[in-house]
């Protein structure tokens, strides 16, 4: 009996993660509640939220600075735009003009113009075209 009872909990939580995850690629539908209704032991329903207007309102979007701004091209670009790059300042500007051509932005590791810390800030800031 215990272990029927514990499979049986086991699917369905496995079906309410299931369209839990589903209803988050779902497109947006206007919220829906359910009315207050009388129960057959004369008890009220309050009223409760969809799954998907919780999951919405819960639902955090990560706001970083990097999608928020335009890719430097780290073979065409100033020395003042390579500057503003977070932990770059002047001398790693000089160092990144001095280093050019790169084919591709993980050449700032390669070619050792930037350390990985340094590379872990800027890799999302920097292109190579």
């Known amino acids: 009996m215990k272990r029927t009872l514990g499979i049986t909990l086991s699917a369905l939580s496995l079906v309410l993660v299931a369209s839990a995850a589903f209803a988050d690629d779902a497109p947006a539908t206007p919220a829906t509640s359910a009315p207050a209704q009388a129960t ?14 919780t999951t919405k309102k819960t639902m955090h979007h990560k706001s970083s600075a990097m999608s928020k701004h335009a890719k430097v091209d780290l073979n065409s670009a100033s020395k003042e735009d390579l500057a503003k790059l977070p932990g770059v300042g002047d001398d790693g500007a000089d160092k990144i003009i001095a280093a050019r051509p790169f084919k591709t932005r ?3 590791l390669s070619k050792k113009v930037v350390t990985r810390s340094e590379y872990k800030k800027i890799h999302g800031w920097v292109s190579a075209k």
């Open 106 to 108: 993980a050449e700032l």
């Open 40 to 53: 057959t032991d004369n008890t009220t329903k309050t009223e409760t939220t969809t799954k998907t207007e």
